[in-house]
């Protein structure tokens, strides 16, 4: 069974670029959920997909945007990149209805 | 608002006995978990509560009681490879659907 994966692992980017960071899904996995996660904090919730869908939103602007495909797969994209964008992101994905998040390596973004 | 609360560091012995501590204030409240997160890698769960009491799990156990906000970790026979960042997060399912995570408490096991 293939866990969760993600992509670019390190990426930097300049003020003002956009990314996009992808993310495959655990078999079986219908949900994705996206984490801003600085250094030493906390993962940030940005927003879940389920069936292509966005079904939660954490309190990030409309510059953060993503896409669920048919398949589970899912993107984070980021606009306008700013400073305090640099961070690591983290993907996780889940069964329908069930708690337990498993979580991608991430993908560690540096803002210049 | 919607806050979670732990302490940021603690220190223990290997062998020893250690509880950390969260506490929470949510709109909605469907569910708190423990994850594990050691230095550059992905969190990994631990443990889930949702009814108020204690679920044990080999050297873990977690506690939850809803009427008071308030959960803790146990982690008995302490390992060097336990020292790692441990977060708490509720589910909460008021508006929205998100997970909100604590800072971590990053807990350092001594030889």
């Known amino acids: 069974e293939t866990g969760v994966t993600q992509s670019p692992t390190h990426l930097i980017k300049t003020r003002g670029q956009q990314v996009t960071l992808r993310c495959s899904s655990q078999s079986g996995h219908n949900t994705v959920s996206w984490y801003q996660q600085a250094l030493g904090q906390g993962p940030q919730f940005i927003f879940q997909?389920?069936?292509?869908?966005?079904?939660g939103r954490g309190n990030f602007p409309p510059r953060f945007s993503g896409l669920q495909f048919p398949n589970y797969s899912s993107e984070l994209n980021v606009n306008a990149l700013e400073l305090d964008d640099s961070a690591l992101y983290l993907c996780?994905?889940?069964?329908?209805?069930?708690?337990?998040?498993?979580f991608g390596e991430g993908s560690r973004l540096t803002v210049l | 608002g919607q806050n979670i609360d732990q302490p940021t560091e603690m220190t223990a012995t290997e062998g020893a006995i250690v509880q950390i501590n969260c506490t929470y204030q949510t709109s909605g409240f469907n569910g708190l978990f423990w994850y594990q997160q050691h230095a550059g890698e992905a969190p990994t769960f631990l443990s889930y509560n949702v009814l108020d009491g204690l679920e044990e799990k080999g050297r873990f156990s977690s506690f939850l009681s809803r009427s008071k906000g308030y959960s803790y970790l146990l982690l008995k026979e302490l390992q060097m490879k336990d020292s790692a960042s441990y977060l708490c997060a509720v589910r909460d399912t008021s508006g929205t659907y998100k997970y909100i995570f604590g800072t971590g408490t990053r807990l350092k096991v001594l030889a």
């Open positions: 996780a994905s889940s069964p329908q209805g069930a708690g337990e998040l498993f």
């Open positions: 997909y389920y069936r292509e869908e966005e079904n």
